[in-house]
C-alpha cells in the first residue's frame, strides 16, 4: 500500500511539473504566435467530435472487452475538462454538471446500444 502512495504521488508530482513547463515553454508561446482562427459551420464541428469519439469508444471496447468501460473512457477526459472550464470560471456550475450527466447518459446509451450488436454476434 505505501508503494501504491508513493507511486501516484510521484506521478501526480510529474504530471504537475511536465504541465507546468510545457504550458509556460511550449504552449504559451505557440498561443501568442498564434493568429489565425479556424471558423468551422458548427454541423461539421459536431459529425468530426462525435466521429472521433465513436472511434475512440469502439477502440477502446474492443481493447477492454467492455462497452461500459470503453464509455467510461470517452466520458472521463471530457468531465474532467468540463471540470477545469468551471473552475477557471468560463462554464457555470449548473452548466457544468448538465454537461456530465449528458456525457454520462449518452455514452452509457451508446454502451447499451453497442452490447446488444456484441450479444447477436455470440448468439445464433
Do not use: C, H
Request: cysteine-free; proline content about 3%; charged content about 10%.
Amino acid at each position: 500500500m505505501n508503494s501504491r502512495i508513493i507511486q501516484v504521488s510521484t506521478i501526480f508530482v510529474v504530471a504537475v511539473l511536465v504541465t507546468l513547463l510545457g504550458v509556460f515553454f511550449f504552449f504559451k508561446p505557440v498561443e501568442v504566435s498564434d493568429t489565425s482562427f479556424v471558423s468551422v459551420n458548427p454541423a461539421v464541428a459536431v459529425i468530426v467530435y462525435i466521429g472521433l469519439s465513436v472511434w475512440m469508444f469502439v477502440w477502446a471496447a474492443a481493447q477492454t472487452r467492455s462497452a461500459y468501460k470503453a464509455a467510461f473512457i470517452v466520458i472521463a477526459p471530457q468531465a474532467i475538462l468540463i471540470v477545469d472550464l468551471a473552475f477557471r470560471g468560463n462554464r457555470g456550475f449548473f452548466t457544468a454538471l448538465a454537461g456530465i450527466v449528458l456525457l454520462a447518459v449518452t455514452w452509457l446509451i451508446v454502451a447499451y446500444t453497442y452490447s446488444l450488436f456484441e450479444r447477436r454476434k455470440d448468439g445464433p
